[in-house]
């Protein structure tokens, strides 16, 4: 069985740019989170889709952005970059359809972004 | 005031030691709890995973849950070099998002 897979696994852009990550969730997967990780502030939830429909959303500027296909791939994308936005990113997938916390969450490797 | 505090370490030990692992959270309405380990350049992996207060025992990996004092722990017996790595307690917020502590370092010596 397949893993969550994340493209492109790493990234080099400059300040201003803009970027867009990819995450293939586990076959069967209807939900997809993303997550930041860095040094300073550990690993931190972006947002959360499911059936193409955001359900949830941490605190993160309108720069961040998510989608979610009909197939339950999703792309995350960041614009006008800062420094502060190199990170990990990471994308996990679960069942889903359970709100109480139940699922287990399924990462892949992430994609490193740096950003100069 | 962060919603799960974990101690970020580093923490070295030699091999076949016990390794105890703590996590403090604020909110008691938390009720899913969870252990993901992740090694260098790679995603978390779920360790162990626990509902309510208790504990859950998988192997060398032991967790532990008080919901009366907040506490969430993880206890790994005879420690193997191949331990090393960063560990990280979770807990459940609903809706799929998990809020994380620091995460612990663990280096496990020979």
């Known amino acids: 069985k397949a893993g969550v897979t994340q493209t492109p696994r790493y990234l080099i852009k400059t300040r201003g740019q803009q970027v867009t990550l990819s995450c293939s969730p586990i076959?069967?997967?209807?939900?997809v989170s993303w997550y930041q990780q860095t040094p300073g502030q550990g690993l931190q939830f972006l947002f959360e889709?499911?059936?193409?429909?955001?359900?949830n959303k941490g605190n993160f500027p309108g720069r961040f952005s998510g989608r979610q296909f009909s197939n339950s791939r999703s792309e995350m994308n960041v614009s006008t970059l800062e420094l502060g936005d190199s990170a990990l990113y990471l994308c996990?997938?679960?069942?889903?359809?359970?709100?109480?916390?139940?699922?287990?969450?399924?990462f892949g490797a992430g994609s490193r972004l740096t950003v100069l | 005031q962060k919603e799960v505090e974990q101690d970020p370490g580093p923490l070295s030990v030699p091999e076949g030691a016990i390794v105890s692992l703590n996590c403090t959270y604020s909110?008691?309405?938390?009720?899913?709890f969870m252990w993901y380990r992740q090694y260098s350049r790679k995603g978390p992996e779920l360790l162990m995973y626990?509902?309510?207060?208790g504990n859950k025992e998988d192997g060398r990996f032991t967790a532990q849950v008080d919901k009366s004092s907040k506490y969430i722990s993880l206890f790994i017996r005879d420690s193997q070099p191949s331990d090393s790595a960063t560990y990280l307690c979770?807990?459940?917020?609903?809706?799929?998002?998990?809020?994380f502590g620091a995460g612990t370092r663990l280096a496990v010596h020979p």
């Open positions: 979770a807990i459940s917020g609903g809706y799929n998002k998990l809020i």
């Open positions: 076959s069967g997967h209807r939900s």
């Open positions: 889709y499911f059936s193409e429909t955001q359900r």
């Open positions: 996990a997938s679960a069942t889903g359809a359970d709100l109480s916390g139940a699922n287990v969450l399924t």
């Open positions: 909110n008691s309405a938390f009720q899913y």
């Open positions: 626990t509902y309510s207060s």
